[in-house]
Structure formats: C-alpha cells, structure tokens
C-alpha cells in the first residue's frame, strides 16, 4: 500500500507543479471528474459487493453457512478498508489526469507530424478513409459510436468488478494500479506529443460520414480549447482533447490483458473483441491517428507491468496465481 500510496502522491504534486505553472486551478466541471464519479462508483461497488455475497452464501449453503457470516468472512473491515482506500486513490489519479489533460492545450499541437507518419505506415493512404471505403459511412458510423460511447462505462463496470469479485485485495490492486498507471502514461504522452487529433487535422477525410453525437462532441471539445486559451481563468474553462496516445485503446486493451491476468477465458474474448472494435472506431471516427493506437497498446501492456510491479513487488507472470494478502 505505501508504494501505490507514493505513486498518487508523486503524481499528485507533478499536477499541483503544472497548476502553478500555467497558473490555473484544479477544476472538477460540476463535479463530473471526482465527487460525483466517486459517488456512482462508490454505489456500483455496492451493488456488486451485494451479487458477490449472494452468489458466495447459495454456493456454500449446504455447508450451512449463513448470509451474515457469507458477509463478515469475505468482507472483513481489512478488505473493506483496503478497497476503500483503492478506490479514493484511482480518483484522485484520474482528477489529476483530467486536469493535466486540459492543461496540456497551452503546448503548440503537432498534428501534421502525426498525419506524415500515418500515411507512411499506410503507403501514402489515410487509414481512416481506407476504414470508411471498407466499411461504408452510414451504419458503421453508427455501430462504431455506440461503442466507443460504452468506453467509459465498460472500464468502470471492470474496474469495481475487480474490486469486488477477486479472490483476492492485492489481485484485485493489480487491475487498480494498473489503470492509474495507464491515466498516468497516457497525460505523459500527451504532453510528448501534443496533438487534437484527425478530425481537426484533416476535416475533409470525415465530412462524409453520418452524422452521430460524434460531431457534435467534436465540436465542443474544439470549443472547450478555444475558450479555455481565450479565457484561462475563467472558472468554467475546462479541455478535455488530446489524440496522442489513445487511451481509449490503452484501457480497453489493459481490460482484456487484466481478463487473461484472472484467468477468465470467456471475459477475455469479449474485451478482445471489444479492443478490435475500439481500434477501428477510433480511427473511423476521426478521434485518433493509426499511430496513437499503436501508442496505446504499448502503454497497456506497461500500465500491466508496473501495476504488477508496485502491487507484487516482483514482474510476475500473468499464469502465477496472485498471493493471499
């Protein structure tokens, strides 16, 4: 715990540095990044903590165990404190995130960079009007937005079923901390590369397609940027665009290498699916370029690897079961 203490804590004073150099304060938009996330996780995680007693009590009813001593044998106060405890410190990373997020439109965007160096993976071709010639611009566009919409509930439906469901408190910090690193390794890479992304860049590649709630998200968020550099100190001034590196693919593939962690063959398939889809539609979309995928996938797989580390002490192998805490 004092590690994954450490990390909140190093990453916290970073945030407070950057806040006072551009010198704008933290802001939580009607309290959408901390209060009331917290809140909604916090009651999800209830609900889970419900389903997982119940499930525990009728498959060990015939051994004449109780609901209540179901409950207080899986949910001591350690466990409860610990969870508890993982569940502040994930806010307070993402809090951060958020706000270093929108900071970040201070630094000049490299957009064309990142558009040079798609089309040389691509053989002079954009991958997003190669995606658009494949799969059409009507019904894709539209499957595609709905699920790169169930992005944020997917990661927080997993997140609290981690919590809630493994064996285990410190098998259960390994997905925890591995998420925070992932928020963590992701503003860092925007700050590398700061970038707004291919619908900005190159308008032209999506004028085509349906118009979804895509568009107009787009759009606000371009807004969002213009107001917040117009109006740095204006209370409600808040970005939220940043291309490079996709952490929409970075957590729905660290999903899926948390799934193969635990052991849940089935859940594995199903977010591998997912992240396939997640890679194509961010493209699709406009909101990513090929090589902010790429980037994504990479910060995953060392999200996992750090997460492993500060939680286990050691690199462990995702098939060696995780020690009792």
């Not at 405890?85 to 307070?92: G, I, N, R, T």
């Not at 090929?290 to 994504?296: M, Q, W």
Request: hydrophobic share 55%.
């Amino acid at each position: 715990m004092l590690r994954v203490l450490a990390v909140v804590v190093v990453f916290a004073v970073i945030a407070i540095a950057r806040s006072r150099q551009v010198d704008v304060p933290f802001r939580d938009p009607h309290g959408k990044l901390f209060s009331h996330k917290i809140l909604s996780t916090a009651e999800t995680l209830v609900l889970f903590v419900l389903i997982d007693i119940a499930v525990r009590w009728f498959l060990g009813r015939t051994q004449g165990r109780s609901l209540w001593r179901t409950a207080r044998t899986r949910w001591t106060p350690y466990r409860i404190g610990m969870v508890a405890a993982s569940l502040l410190a994930y806010q307070v990373v993402y809090l951060c995130y958020r706000n270093l997020k929108s900071w970040d439109v201070f630094r000049p965007p490299q957009d064309d960079m990142l558009l040079r160096w798609d089309r040389w993976l691509f053989f002079d071709h954009s991958p997003a009007v190669l995606l658009h010639d494949l799969f059409g611009q009507d019904l894709a566009a539209r499957l595609l937005t709905d699920l790169y919409e169930s992005f944020s509930m997917l990661v927080t439906i997993a997140l609290v079923a981690a919590m809630a469901f493994t064996p285990t408190v410190r098998s259960a910090y390994v997905f925890v901390v591995s998420a925070m690193w992932a928020w963590i390794l992701g503003v860092a890479s925007y700050y590398l590369i700061p970038t707004l992304g291919p619908f900005h860049a190159a308008p032209g590649e999506f004028a085509g397609l349906t118009q979804t709630s895509i568009q107009r998200t787009q759009v606000a968020y371009v807004e969002q940027r213009d107001y917040l550099l117009a109006n740095p100190h204006a209370h409600d001034a808040f970005a939220q665009i940043s291309a490079f590196a996709s952490l929409h693919c970075a957590l729905s593939a660290l999903v899926f290498l948390m799934a193969r962690y635990y052991g849940l063959r089935l859940l594995s398939w199903a977010a591998g699916v997912f992240l396939i889809g997640t890679l194509i539609a961010t493209v699709y979309l406009g909101w990513h370029f090929a090589v902010d995928d790429l980037a994504g996938l990479a910060i995953a797989w060392v999200s996992v690897q750090l997460g492993k580390l500060i939680v286990l002490g050691s690199w462990r192998s995702p098939s060696e079961p995780a020690p009792n805490p």
